[in-house]
């Protein structure tokens, strides 16, 4: 297992960003599961073991104990933000949700600057809080003003961005030494055991029985945790993490575009210009390179 040097290459950059598109179609697949939401959330994590287990089950036996408790506690943190998410519907507008679980920066920043030492310049900064606005601006005309209504789900929304930036960061630091294919593995452990506790205090076990009840949880699998969340992970070892959590901000972006390719959901002016807000403060967040005596050099961000 090798230590990773994190070079913030633009490859891993736009990696990032098409792994946010993989992620963003959870929200489709999830509208069209018939299973009640924590079992949607089950199935997705069971369903991947099949497409992982030939990849990483001889590299996850050589684990140390240490380790295998680490990754499994970041199954936990991921478990945790499924639940916490689906929940937060039923209490709070779609667009209340989307913000506040994606409010990871507040929780990566902080931990990355003062417990991970990475640097953080003006630069940065300015382009997080561009970035911020951008979302705002984005969702600015669904977002419900009563707070004090939809404070329940708001909070839900909220913890829902912590647990996720605990998982973020539990594999940000794993990545320096662990394959990305056997801490997904290895993971699940974490994951389905809160999702199974989960279920059956609240929902009950729910068995897809047709094959239009398991197809979304396969696309969930498939396309949201392996190509996803998988791919997510793998650039974590690449990228670091203040970056990361702030490109994982465009994903009401990808959302609002495939509301208007796939649901023919028309974007407002708000929508495109929060859109382009985004995409503009992710622009300046990002490690930009600069040329130096014929070698490429990365400013530290």
């Given at each position: ?59 996850a ?27 937060s ?22 931990i ?93 076990f ?52 495939y ?5 023919s ?37």
């Open positions: 297992m090798r230590t990773i040097e994190r070079k913030n290459e633009l490859r891993y950059i736009l990696l990032i960003f098409l792994a946010i598109c993989f992620l963003a179609t959870g929200g489709i697949f999830v509208k069209m599961s018939t299973l009640p939401p924590i079992n949607t959330a089950f199935y997705r994590v069971l369903f991947s073991i099949p497409f992982l287990l030939p990849f990483s089950a001889k590299q036996r050589k684990l140390t104990r240490k380790q295998g408790i680490i990754i499994i506690i970041a199954g936990i943190f991921l478990a945790l933000d499924l639940i916490l998410w689906n929940i519907f039923k209490y709070t507008t779609v667009a209340n949700a989307n913000l506040f679980a994606n409010l990871t920066p507040f929780t990566v920043i902080p990355s600057y003062f417990i991970f030492k990475e640097k953080i310049n003006k630069q940065f900064l300015l382009g997080a809080v561009i970035t911020l606005l951008g979302v705002v601006v984005l969702l600015s005309g669904k977002i419900s003003p009563n707070f004090v209504y939809t404070m329940k789900g708001d909070g839900l929304a909220l913890l829902t961005s912590i647990f996720y930036s605990g998982f973020l960061l539990t594999v940000y630091k794993l990545r320096e030494r662990i394959n990305t294919n056997v801490i997904m593995l290895v993971s699940t452990i974490g994951s389905l055991a809160v999702l199974s506790i989960a279920m059956y205090f609240t929902e009950g729910h068995f897809p029985k047709t094959l239009n009840e398991l197809l979304p949880l396969v696309g969930l699998a498939l396309i949201s945790q392996i190509f996803g969340q998988g791919l997510l992970s793998y650039c974590l070892g690449n990228v670091n993490a203040t970056i990361s959590s702030i490109i994982t901000l465009t994903q009401p972006v990808v959302a609002a575009v509301s208007f390719f796939i649901f959901e028309h974007l407002t002016l708000n929508e495109i210009i929060g859109i382009f807000i985004t995409l503009t403060g992710v622009y300046y967040a990002k490690k930009i390179p600069k040329k130096r005596n014929g070698a490429l050099e990365y400013d530290e961000n």
